[in-house]
Antibody, heavy 121, light 107 residues
């Protein structure tokens, strides 16, 4: 069965970096687009980033552009999110999710349970 | 960027009620509209894609409609497990965007 397991969350000081990972199993990882979505405390879902199945296209929300980098290793069935220059407003639960298609337009049909990131001094 | 709005932001309903949630896009998104259900502490669940197509395994009491800028999610007979937050999402253009959500609570 499809499984997505995030890791790498934790407490980090403002201005520091963190890298999240999402281990995928149960499907052909290299043929699906993958997303990161976050939910700040008491807030709704916010789309963060997407990377196409082949890794050749990536897009970001304005709120993280220039600070976050999405990547994937199809040989390891793993998705990453490198988060630099973290801010208090980046505090959230971060979910990885699979797109139904190779790009970004199909809908997010499988999600991980999320990993919590807290940015605080 | 395309902005998404939802109404109402919350509602109280009873088991068996018919519930309709509305989602509006700031410009046409054709049928690139998805609906998700989210319960606290769990992974969100895709209910409907392409505005009206039911995701595999989702009960038929859920239905979606609309195109262009105005969309609806209807639950024909609310069940205890349906009390959750519901989000629409546009996937017509980058940046993708979720609506602010609608919380469905027990009356």
């Amino acid at each position: 069965q499809v499984q997505l397991v995030e890791s790498g969350g934790g407490v980090v000081q403002p201005g520091k970096s963190l890298r999240l990972s999402c281990a995928a199993s149960g499907f052909n990882f290299s043929t699906y687009g993958m997303h990161w979505v976050r939910q700040a405390p008491g807030k709704g879902l916010e789309w963060v980033s997407v990377i196409w199945s082949d890794g050749n296209n990536e897009y970001y929300a304005d709120s993280v552009k220039g600070r976050f980098t999405i990547s994937r290793d199809n040989s390891k069935n793993t998705l990453y999110l490198q988060m630099n220059t973290l801010r208090a407003e980046d505090t959230a639960v971060y979910f990885c999710a699979r797109d139904r298609r190779y790009s970004y337009a199909g809908g997010l049909d499988y999600w991980g349970q999320g990993t919590r990131v807290t940015v605080s001094s | 960027d395309i902005q998404m709005t939802q109404s109402p932001s919350s509602l109280s309903a009873s088991v068996g009620d018919r519930v309709t949630i509305t989602c509006r896009a700031s410009q046409t998104i054709h049928n690139y509209l998805k609906w998700y259900q989210h319960k606290p502490g769990t992974a969100p669940k895709l209910l409907i894609y392409d505005a009206s197509v039911l995701q595999t395994g989702v009960p038929t009491r859920f239905s979606g409609g609309g195109s262009g800028t105005d969309f609806t999610l209807t639950i024909s007979s609310l069940q205890p497990e349906d009390f959750a937050s519901y989000y629409c999402q546009q996937s017509f253009s980058i940046p993708l965007a979720f609506g602010p959500g609608t919380k469905v609570e027990i009356k």
